[in-house]
């Protein structure tokens, strides 16, 4: 068998799991929406209710009924649970087109009719309750936790194994979120057959997957990665390709404009604009100061037993600063507790100065596995990540973020290279992306790799990701 013999380059037939059905994403949030609902209704029931006077109590009954009824009735209408697994922003637009249609349906009849006027404005108050409720849980449960199923991602072929393929297999893996992941690429570059490209075999040519069904049966739907280079046979390609829906990627440089399809009597066009600023970064810095501060406030007991327990175990102060990279010419003061003894920058020199193997660990990931310099109590600090509360702090100033790249010491910044253009345009962050996907155990420049990737994609999925991960490595003390 040869190279050029397609039939012949990969046995995929492994690869393929087990998924959820088309439906299953609007079932999982029907259900889902159900409970939540329910929930709401018992607690209205429960803590309400026996407060109202009789005749109120069955004003009170009807409003619930109408307003919790109309959540998945008006969400029905509007398409919500029949989107796709990476359509949460569309869901959130229709949530809130859905909500402004069931406030002016129920506040038009408020305004005609005084003498019901309590039972609208409650059921209206009961509805929108819902809608928020019903949008969280589906942030909250699905887009955060069930994205960790094999299952939840529909597996994809992408036609197309060149940069602009590899990059987008490469964020399909990192971004569960989106809910797809790849499964094989199709390409007519006959080189590229028994090899791989960002870890997703090469299966053949496209023609392979019309002639093979064993191969369309890998897969839900495809994803043509450079459609803008193939675009005279793009019509030709979609038809002969053996899935019902097909994804055409226009091209790099396009992330920034919001686009929407139209048929000009049989040809397909695009019409774009500049998508307008989202304003998450004034709502993430909102959310950085209300957080830090209230976790100050809630976590001051365990930090003063903490700063003590440092005190008793080691010679030297409970607080540790360390001058950190902010971007451009900037440095602030980092702050932890401190973890080591005192001198431990001299320590450090001294020890890798005599001991090649250290030498060599310390030059790939920065870090010691097990570091001489570390006290005891610092150990269970590292482990815990508790060491790093009191840069909540820095988050509270502006010096830091929740989330985001990792705060670099400046003598680093050599080795990042010129990713620092890209990193040093957002804060660094208490947690990140790095820290959650590996941490101690990625090298350097695996963690420099993954802080351009995050400031790349950066919003408010990505971020709900990581702190979703970062409660679960907490809960798991799998720290430093």
């Known amino acids: 068998m040869s190279k050029s013999d397609p039939e012949a ?6 690869v393929k799991k087990a998924t959820l059905p088309p439906f299953g994403l609007g079932l999982v949030l029907a259900v889902s929406d159900g409970l939540v609902l329910a929930l709401l209704g018992w607690t209205f029931a429960s803590l309400v209710l026996p407060m109202a006077e009789p005749l109120a109590d069955d004003l009170a009954r009807r409003a619930l009924v109408t307003g919790l009824m109309l959540v998945p009735l008006v969400k029905s209408i509007f ?5 796709g697994r990476c359509d949460l922003m569309e869901r959130g637009r229709r949530t809130l087109q859905g909500a402004l249609l ?51 991602r529909t597996p994809v072929v992408i036609i197309g194994a060149g940069r602009q393929g590899a990059a987008l297999a490469e964020k399909l893996h990192r971004l569960p979120w989106l809910g797809m992941r790849p499964v094989c690429f199709f390409d007519e570059d006959e080189t590229l057959w028994h090899n791989t490209v960002a ?3 090469v299966a053949g040519p496209v023609s392979l997957l019309k002639s093979s069904p064993a191969y369309a049966g890998l897969a839900h739907t495809a994803i043509i990665a450079e459609a803008g280079r193939n ?67 809630l976590l001051a007991p365990l930090m003063g037993f903490i700063a003590l327990a440092i005190r008793l175990d080691s010679a030297g102060p409970a ?39 250290l030498r060599a660990e310390y030059a790939t990931y920065h ?22 509360l009191p840069q909540l702090w820095n988050v509270l100033v502006g010096q830091m973020s929740l989330i985001g790249p990792r705060a670099y010491i400046p003598r680093e910044l050599p080795e990042v290279g010129e990713a620092a253009a ?22 350097f420049q695996e963690r420099v790799a993954m802080d351009v990737f995050y400031v790349q994609n950066t919003g408010l999925l990505f971020d709900l990701y990581i702190l979703v991960k970062t409660a679960f490595l907490l809960a798991k003390a799998d720290g430093s």
């Open 9 to 14: 380059i990969f046995d995929l037939a492994p």
């Open 79 to 83: 398409g919500i649970y029949s989107l």
């Open 102 to 152: 069931c406030s002016a349906a129920l506040l038009v009849p408020y305004i005609a009719t005084e003498e019901m006027a309590a039972f609208f404005i409650l059921a209206l108050a009961l509805a929108l309750t819902g809608f928020l409720a019903t949008f969280l849980a589906d942030l909250l449960i699905v887009q955060s936790v069930l994205v960790g199923l094999p299952q939840w």
């Open 199 to 201: 870890g997703v075999p």
């Open 231 to 297: 675009a005279a046979a793009l019509g030709d390609m979609v038809r002969q390709l053996p899935f019902r829906q097909v994804y055409c990627v226009v091209g790099e440089g396009t992330g920034g404009l919001e686009a929407q399809c139209h048929d000009f009597n049989g040809v397909l066009a695009l019409r774009v604009g500049k998508r307008q600023p989202s304003g998450y970064a004034a709502l993430r810095r909102t959310f950085d100061v209300a957080l830090s501060g209230t976790l100050l406030l």
């Open 319 to 357: 607080l540790f600063r360390q001058e950190r990279w902010a971007g451009g010419n900037r440095t602030f003061g980092c702050l932890k507790f401190r973890t080591m003894h005192l001198n431990a920058e001299a320590h450090l020199m001294r020890i890798l100065e005599s001991d090649p193997v």
């Open 367 to 388: 870090k010691l596995t097990v570091d001489p310099r570390i006290t005891r109590v610092g150990r269970l600090l590292r482990k815990t990540s508790l060491d790093e």
């Open 422 to 443: 890209v990193i040093g345009t957002v804060r660094p962050g208490l947690t990140g992306y790095w820290q959650v996907s590996g941490r101690h155990r990625t090298t």
